[in-house]
């Protein structure tokens, strides 16, 4: 599946205060894009407005797969976030919560399979556990599992190595690089050991200034 990304002239602004303006870049089948930039310079908010989970105030986002564009109320199937913003469900069981997300992707996993992702993610033996007896890099780690879950051909990683130990980041390098063999990813960070994922590059400066590709 060819997948491509194409921003054109897009901008943000809150309440009258613009974030970044101007931002037009491509990124195609096999690339990965970083996007970097001091705390509030609307990585984050770059990140929401390519998923679809904002609108820019200004430009356009277009997906397209195999030549073809994609509406905007398909795009979400083609996508897949990892984010300190995703909410699980604490009360539920990591098996719990897989079942749970999998429903509402319209996809099933079995217990077997659902076991399998949690051994991946070095989780193995924890999938009766609630997830409030999880440590912050174990619910990191999980939210990998729940982001990858129908293998998006598009893959956005917000601060991709938060709260997560050695182990944990050598799991997220062959995440990336698998991502980077089948698809996009899109990355938004502030640790230079993320650089190597992309080819290109988004420097937000935050306020009026425009981002640097």
Do not use: W
Not at 190 to 198: F, H, I, Q, T, V
């Amino acid at each position: 599946m060819q997948v491509k990304i194409v921003a054109d002239n897009i901008g943000k602004s809150f309440n009258g205060h613009c974030i970044f303006k101007d931002l037009s870049f491509v990124v195609e089948y096999q690339e990965g894009l970083i996007i970097s930039g001091a705390n509030g310079s609307g990585k984050s908010t770059l990140i929401k407005i390519l998923c679809g989970l904002l609108s820019p105030t200004k430009g356009r986002i277009e997906y397209h797969i195999d030549n073809e564009k994609v509406i905007k109320e398909q795009r979400r199937s083609f996508i897949g976030l990892v984010s300190p913003e995703i909410q699980l469900y604490d009360e539920l069981t990591a098996l719990e919560n897989i079942q749970f997300f999998s429903k509402l992707m319209g996809l099933y996993y079995t217990t077997s399979g659902a076991k399998n992702l949690l051994q991946e993610f070095g989780l193995r033996g924890r999938g009766y556990d609630r997830l409030h007896s999880f440590s912050s890099g174990m619910k990191q780690r999980f939210k990998y599992i729940i982001g990858l879950l129908k293998e998006p051909p598009i893959l956005f990683l917000d601060e991709p190595l938060s709260n997560l130990d050695k182990q944990g980041q050598l799991i997220v390098d062959k995440v990336c690089h698998r991502q980077l063999e089948q698809g996009i990813l899109v990355i938004a960070t502030n640790d230079d050991r993320d650089l190597k994922y992309g080819e290109k590059h988004i420097r937000l400066h935050g306020g009026s200034s425009r981002g640097d590709t």
